[in-house]
């Protein structure tokens, strides 16, 4: 049977790994004049290391017991840096405990709690940190890790180091995506400047817009667009979701995207490998040719 060239298109794209969910979407892919990035679970292979656990010099609890604590509050989450503190207690025999009450801040970090206790695992808020803590926290990020900061009852009581890889696939997608759109991609990330510009270096990556919050990474789209840009989004976490939904297109990363990425983006890339976005992008600039 002969399809009419966008369908066709469309189970291309399939093929390619790439679920493309109507024709509108196979358009605005073709059109796509800027590729913008997440980073964590998107560029990174999103299954980050616990790297450092430094507790704070007055913490009255044993490294072991912060560990617990951190895990037990983090294990509701899915977000890829809530996995990796989880799976760091497991290695080290710890159980893991019931928290009650978690709530979970998209771009900044969960609170729930645990034995009693309040606590709150996240992005350590520049301007609250004193000394000591902000000697840790930067020590880290110079490192290129993401520092996140445990607090119990309120008070600051350890520093966790998480540290991710690009995917292996990386640098040659946001290679070829340059070479198709004729523009260079961009960087849209929650995590620090140093962590990001780390990643954006070995990727290949020149512009970096860090530690955005949800909102933040929607102003950023909004500014191309006002430019007279045509942004594909590419990201997977609840983060990233608002910013999804204003893109002209937004495709979320199937495997670790979470429920709410791949319900509002565009597209979803099923096969987990970001070289399958200049494959289909390439197709969905085929395919207008010949509609036109
Ligand atoms: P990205 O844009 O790189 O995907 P996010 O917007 O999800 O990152 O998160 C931004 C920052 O917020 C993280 O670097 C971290 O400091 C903090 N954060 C968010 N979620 C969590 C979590 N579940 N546990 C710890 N920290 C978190
Ligand atoms: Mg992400």
């Given at each position: 049977?002969?399809?009419?060239p966008l369908l066709s298109a469309i189970a291309n794209a399939g093929r390619?790994?790439?679920l493309v969910k109507s024709a509108v979407v196979l358009e605005h892919l073709?059109?796509?004049?800027?590729?913008?990035?997440?980073?964590?679970?998107?560029?990174?292979?999103?299954?980050?290391?616990?790297?450092?656990?430094?507790?704070?010099?007055?913490?009255?609890?044993?490294?072991?017991?912060?560990?617990?604590?951190?895990?037990?509050?983090?294990?509701?989450?899915?977000?890829?840096?809530?996995?990796?503190?989880?799976?760091?207690?497991?290695?080290?025999?710890?159980?893991?405990?019931?928290?009650?009450?978690?709530?979970?801040?998209?771009?900044?970090?969960?609170?729930?709690?645990?034995?009693?206790?309040?606590?709150?695992?996240?992005?350590?808020?520049?301007?609250?940190?004193?000394?000591?803590?902000?000697?840790?926290?930067?020590?880290?990020?110079?490192?290129?890790?993401?520092?996140?900061?445990?607090?119990?009852?309120?008070?600051?009581?350890?520093?966790?180091?998480?540290?991710?890889?690009?995917?292996?696939?990386?640098?040659?997608?946001?290679?070829?995506?340059?070479?198709?759109?004729?523009?260079?991609?961009?960087?849209?990330?929650?995590?620090?400047?140093?962590?990001?510009?780390?990643?954006?270096?070995?990727?290949?990556?020149?512009?970096?817009?860090?530690?955005?919050?949800?909102?933040?990474?929607?102003?950023?789209?909004?500014?191309?667009?006002?430019?007279?840009?045509?942004?594909?989004?590419?990201?997977?976490?609840?983060?990233?979701?608002?910013?999804?939904?204003?893109?002209?297109?937004?495709?979320?990363?199937?495997?670790?995207?979470?429920?709410?990425?791949?319900?509002?983006?565009?597209?979803?890339?099923?096969?987990?490998?970001?070289?399958?976005?200049?494959a289909v992008l390439g197709l969905a600039r085929r395919a207008r040719r010949?509609?036109?």
């Open positions: 049977a002969t399809m009419p390619h790994g790439v073709g059109t796509a004049t800027r590729v913008a990035f997440d980073k964590t679970g998107t560029l990174t292979t999103g299954t980050p290391q616990l790297a450092d656990l430094r507790p704070l010099p007055d913490a009255a609890l044993s490294e072991r017991e912060l560990l617990a604590l951190a895990a037990a509050a983090e294990n509701p989450s899915e977000h890829p840096l809530a996995r990796a503190v989880v799976t760091a207690a497991r290695r080290a025999g710890i159980p893991i405990r019931a928290a009650e009450g978690f709530a979970s801040a998209p771009g900044r970090g969960v609170t729930a709690r645990v034995d009693g206790r309040t606590v709150e695992v996240g992005r350590p808020a520049e301007g609250t940190l004193d000394g000591g803590l902000r000697g840790a926290v930067q020590e880290l990020e110079a490192a290129g890790r993401t520092a996140v900061l445990v607090r119990v009852d309120g008070e600051p009581a350890a520093v966790l180091g998480l540290a991710d890889r690009p995917r292996p696939d990386a640098a040659r997608a946001v290679a070829r995506l340059a070479a198709l759109t004729g523009s260079a991609p961009h960087l849209l990330t929650g995590d620090n400047p140093h962590a990001a510009r780390r990643l954006a270096d070995d990727v290949g990556i020149a512009e970096v817009h860090a530690g955005l919050l949800p909102s933040d990474k929607v102003d950023r789209v909004r500014e191309l667009q006002s430019r007279g840009e045509r942004v594909a989004l590419v990201g997977d976490g609840v983060n990233d979701a608002p910013a999804l939904a204003t893109a002209h297109v937004g495709i979320a990363m199937g495997r670790s995207g979470s429920d709410l990425a791949l319900d509002t983006a565009d597209a979803v890339v099923t096969r987990d490998e970001l070289a399958t976005l200049p010949l509609v036109i």
